[in-house]
């Protein structure tokens, strides 16, 4: 499986997830030198293993990443729901967010229809309890 970023900027990283064919979208915090809850996680090959999420319930955790733990693939529409997980998706859009240091609306990017996303990418892997993962810009 490879997840392949073409984009990145102040409101996140964005990505296609691949297994033979593209599965669904993601969305990841911006590259902050792979900081704790900040920063997307370093290019690279991690291995993936199916856990159960108290929040999220059954997904896939991405472990040997240094420095952090609890990585997981789950739901979420913009990079403030991410805390360095990666957010899976159909589709990019815009999004009405209030912004809070200003306190003002604004659009932002964000990734849509991500439970379906994310169910997808869940029923690909139904059958797998591990994988790799391969990270790498375009």
Request: proline letters at 6%.
């Amino acid at each position: 499986m490879r997840l392949i970023r073409v984009a990145t900027g102040p409101d996140g990283t964005f990505g296609v997830l691949i297994d033979k064919y593209p599965i669904c979208l993601t969305l990841e915090l911006p590259w902050k030198d792979n900081e704790r809850n900040i920063s997307c996680i370093p290019d690279g090959t991690y291995h993936c293993e199916k856990i159960i999420s108290p929040k999220y319930g059954v997904t896939f955790e991405i472990c040997g990443v240094p420095d952090r733990t609890h990585i997981l693939f789950h739901w979420g529409n913009t990079e403030k729901d991410s805390k360095g997980c990666i957010l899976l998706g159909l589709e990019y859009a815009l999004m009405q967010a209030l912004d809070p240091d200003s306190g003002m609306e604004e659009k932002q990017p964000a990734i849509f229809n991500s439970r379906k996303g994310f169910e997808k990418f869940m029923n690909n892997f139904e059958l797998v309890d591990s994988f790799e993962l391969e990270i790498k810009w375009a």
